[in-house]
């Protein structure tokens, strides 16, 4: 019995160990990315990170792009892009462009703006009018903007303010903010989609939010504009969001994708932090 007993707790020990020993520590992830930060990208290369719901980081040849960022309510003593928080510390050499939706309290708090106190080069851009300052600007919908070496086009969102279509360094990529089909006629959000997808041929990276609430009601709908809007765009790749918390509902997505034979490829967060690296007009 006593050598059974030891046996197990023996067991017990070599796999905590070994869990313990593939957990990367706060300063090897810190060290990890700051390597990705500073690692040279080419023009279509992107690095993209989920931040979770529908906050995202990307990395492009000369910007950071940041996405509809709230702040978790367990903010961890030491945020790093690794557990998918934004620490400005760590970005503060990055030519950073932070940009939300519109401004539900899942889309936006207004802790971003302390970030300009670490980051020398910051720019916000919403899709409503917050603030006022030279390092913000308010877009409309259906608006054109170049600010930098970015091309900026927005679409009307069927929720609230707007989506972004960005084209920098050679990427062409769109988050859709809350632009959903709730149901009913398809023609207040697809005609959005036709527009964006008349503007723009080649699009390489596309967010679009698969589920709305705490259920499943409008899943149907919601994920019929999805596929409209993927059909419409073709794009390389397409990221499902806004289901913070329940990330296995991507998979439920990428798997409909799969039986419809859509070409693009759906990939799936499954947790904050995790990254993609975009080359070749895929994931690698
Ligand atoms: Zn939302």
Redesign the pocket.
């Known amino acids: 019995m006593v050598s059974r007993l030891s046996c197990a707790v023996c067991i017990l020990v070599i796999f905590s160990l070994l869990i313990a020993t593939s957990i990367p520590s706060q300063s090897e992830q810190k060290e990890e990315i700051k390597d990705l930060l500073e690692k040279k990208l080419a023009e279509k290369e992107a690095i993209i990170w989920y931040l979770g ?2 906050g995202w980081a990307i990395k492009t040849k000369n910007h950071l792009l940041i996405f509809d960022y709230v702040e978790s309510e367990s903010k961890p003593a030491e945020p790093t892009l690794a557990t998918g928080n934004i620490n400005p510390l760590e970005l503060k050499d990055q030519q950073v462009f932070v940009f939300a939706s519109h401004s ?1 309290a ?2 936006y708090s207004e802790d971003i703006f302390a970030w300009e106190k670490s980051i020398k080069n910051i720019f916000y851009i919403f899709g409503w009018q917050a603030e006022k300052k030279p390092n913000y600007v308010c877009m409309k919908a259906r608006q054109r903007k170049k600010i930098d070496d970015m091309e900026i086009l927005t679409i009307t969102s069927t ?1 609230a303010g707007v989506g972004f279509l960005i084209k920098v360094d050679g990427l062409v990529i769109f988050h859709a903010g ?1 632009h959903v089909h709730w149901g009913g006629a398809m023609d207040p959000f697809a005609k959005e989609i036709d527009y964006l997808a008349k503007s723009d041929k080649d699009f390489d990276i596309v967010f679009l ?1 698969i589920i ?1 609430g705490r259920d499943l009601s409008r899943w149907e709908s919601i994920t019929k504009g999805a596929f409209y809007a993927i059909e419409k765009l073709l794009p390389k790749v397409m990221f499902p969001m ?1 289901a913070g918390g329940k990330e296995h509902l991507y998979k439920k997505f990428a798997q409909e994708a799969e039986r419809k034979k859509i070409k693009t490829k759906v990939h799936c967060a499954e947790n904050k932090g995790d990254r993609f690296f975009y080359q070749n007009s895929r994931i690698k």
């Open positions: 719901h529908s539900a899942d889309h929720d809350d939010t709305i806004h």
